[in-house]
C-alpha cells in the first residue's frame, strides 16, 4: 500500500523556490510514496457567508479526504505564512470534526530570504498545534531562495537541499508508519 501525500505549497506563482521544492520532492520520492501537489491557484479565501463550496476548495477538500500525511512548501510574507496556504487550511479546517487535517502527520519546508522562511514554518506548527496536525519535528527543510540553490525556473539546484528533502521524505514515510502502526 502506497503513502499517499497531497503537497501544499503557499506561493501562488509557477517559478517560485517553493513550488520547485515540492517539484524535487515529487521527482524524488521513497518507493511506496506517492505525492499530489495542490493547486491553489483559484482559491478564493474562505468565507462562512459562502455556503456552496466553490469547485477550487471542493478539490482541494477531496485531496485532503485521500492524503494520509501532508507536505507544506511554506514561503515567509512578513515574518509570517502565506495568506494562500493559510487560506486553504481555513477552508479545510471547517470540515466537521475537522475530519480532514486532524491525526495526520505532516512535514515543513520552505525557501525564502536569509533564513529560509524559519519565522513562517515556526507560525505554521502553531497553526498545526490546532488543527491537531501531528508536525514531524526533524529533518528541518529551510532553503535560502536567493543564494544560488535554484534557476530562474525556481528549480532546485543545491544538493545539500536536495538530500535533505529525501532524508525529510523518508522520516515523513517512517513517522507515518510509528503514527498509525
Same mark, same amino acid.
Given at each position: 500500500? %502506497?503513502?499517499?501525500?497531497?503537497?501544499?505549497?503557499? %506561493?501562488?506563482?509557477?517559478? %517560485?523556490?517553493?513550488?520547485?521544492?515540492?517539484?524535487?520532492?515529487?521527482?524524488?520520492?521513497?518507493?511506496?510514496?506517492?505525492?499530489?501537489? $495542490?493547486?491553489? %491557484?483559484?482559491?478564493?479565501?474562505?468565507?462562512?457567508?459562502?455556503?456552496?463550496?466553490?469547485?477550487?476548495?471542493?478539490?482541494?477538500?477531496?485531496?485532503?479526504?485521500?492524503?494520509?500525511?501532508?507536505?507544506?512548501?511554506?514561503?515567509?510574507?512578513?515574518?509570517?505564512?502565506?495568506?494562500?496556504?493559510?487560506?486553504?487550511?481555513?477552508?479545510?479546517?471547517?470540515?466537521?470534526?475537522? $475530519?480532514?487535517?486532524?491525526?495526520?502527520?505532516?512535514?515543513?519546508?520552505?525557501?525564502?530570504?536569509?533564513?529560509?522562511?524559519?519565522?513562517?514554518?515556526?507560525?505554521?506548527?502553531?497553526?498545526?498545534?490546532?488543527?491537531?496536525?501531528?508536525?514531524?519535528?526533524?529533518?528541518?527543510?529551510?532553503?535560502?531562495?536567493?543564494?544560488?540553490?535554484?534557476?530562474?525556473?525556481?528549480?532546485?539546484?543545491?544538493?545539500?537541499?536536495?538530500?535533505?528533502?529525501?532524508?525529510?521524505?523518508?522520516?515523513?514515510?517512517?513517522?507515518?508508519?510509528?503514527?498509525?502502526?
Amino acid at each position: 500500500m %502506497s503513502l499517499n501525500v497531497v503537497a501544499i505549497c503557499g %506561493s501562488l506563482r509557477q517559478k %517560485s523556490a517553493n513550488k520547485g521544492l515540492l517539484r524535487y520532492a515529487a521527482a524524488n520520492l521513497p518507493a511506496g510514496m506517492q505525492l499530489t501537489i $495542490a493547486d491553489l %491557484s483559484d482559491m478564493p479565501f474562505y468565507n462562512a457567508d459562502i455556503s456552496d463550496k466553490p469547485a477550487p476548495v471542493q478539490r482541494l477538500l477531496g485531496q485532503l479526504a485521500t492524503a494520509d500525511a501532508l507536505l507544506f512548501a511554506c514561503p515567509e510574507y512578513n515574518y509570517s505564512i502565506a495568506p494562500a496556504l493559510k487560506n486553504a487550511l481555513d477552508w479545510a479546517s471547517r470540515e466537521p470534526g475537522n $475530519a480532514l487535517l486532524a491525526g495526520k502527520p505532516a512535514a515543513i519546508m520552505g525557501a525564502g530570504g536569509g533564513m529560509g522562511t524559519s519565522r513562517a514554518q515556526y507560525h505554521l506548527r502553531q497553526v498545526c498545534v490546532y488543527l491537531n496536525l501531528h508536525v514531524l519535528n526533524q529533518p528541518e527543510v529551510f532553503a535560502n531562495a536567493f543564494a544560488g540553490g535554484f534557476d530562474g525556473d525556481g528549480n532546485l539546484l543545491d544538493a545539500t537541499i536536495q538530500e535533505n528533502i529525501r532524508k525529510q521524505l523518508a522520516a515523513l514515510q517512517a513517522w507515518h508508519a510509528q503514527l498509525k502502526g
